[in-house]
């Protein structure tokens, strides 16, 4: 059975710092998925990741995809307090939009 | 531009009443799905259609149903609700599974009694 394991899973930073969440999954796939959701909202994409090596920067985010390793990253840059929220990883288990999501990392931006 | 539609937004049912759950996009999307989302978790998959007339199975599928008869609406039935389906359902489409964005709906939030 699929596993998708992001860390931390709670995540309370100052402003202006750096930082990494983590998400590995156990099993073979090319394809992964980064969400950010606000509280009480829906799932916004951030990155679709499709293949090994795979790196995308938007803002202060940037994701990178290992498939070697079974794991993705998600890092924080210079952190704004309007990136708190919550953030999800997403594998693709058969590459047909059969997702499975990590448990998600609260993020809070603090002053 | 709507994108997503799901309707309603709060629901409360009680034990062993049924209801539809309504999804519609309005993209012509070929791939659409349902998922739950319950406190501190990921979303979970439900049910998902490749295409009109086409629908499969996810990860937690006991308890709903799903028919795909157009491109735009793909509805989630709950047969005989149960406290164990309380959750924030989310709809979601995407052109197709070739690695596209997906969107999502702004959520359905389900009690039951």
């Known amino acids: 059975e699929l596993k998708v394991e992001q860390n931390p899973l709670f995540l309370s930073m100052q402003e202006g710092k750096n930082y990494t969440i983590y998400c590995n999954y156990s099993?073979?796939?090319?394809?992964l998925y980064w969400y950010r959701q606000d509280p009480g909202k829906s799932l916004e994409s951030l990155f679709v990741l499709l293949s090994n090596g795979a790196v995308k920067q938007e803002g202060r985010l940037m994701a990178s995809l290992d498939t070697k390793a079974r794991l993705s990253t998600l890092h924080i840059t210079a952190a704004v307090h309007d990136l708190s929220a919550t953030y999800f990883c997403?594998?693709?288990?058969?590459?047909?939009?059969?997702?499975?999501f990590g448990a998600g990392t609260r993020l809070t931006v603090k002053p | 531009n709507a994108g997503v539609t799901q309707t309603p937004k709060f629901q409360v049912l009680k034990t062993g009443q049924s209801m539809t759950l309504q999804c519609a996009q309005d993209?012509?999307?070929?791939?659409m799905s349902w998922y739950r989302q319950d406190p501190g978790m990921g979303l979970r998959l439900i049910h998902y259609s490749v295409g009109a007339g086409i629908t499969d199975q996810g990860e937690v599928p006991n308890g709903y149903n799903v028919s795909r008869s157009t491109t735009e609406d793909f509805p989630l039935r709950l047969l005989s609700a149960a406290p164990s389906q309380t959750s924030v359902y989310f709809c979601?489409?995407?052109?197709?599974?070739?690695?596209?964005?997906?969107?999502f709906g702004e959520g359905s939030w389900l009690t039951v009694v």
């Open positions: 099993t073979t796939s090319d394809r």
């Open positions: 997403a594998v693709d288990l058969y590459n047909n939009n059969d997702m499975r």
């Open positions: 979601a489409s995407s052109p197709g599974t070739g690695g596209n964005t997906i969107y």
């Open positions: 993209m012509n999307h070929e791939y």
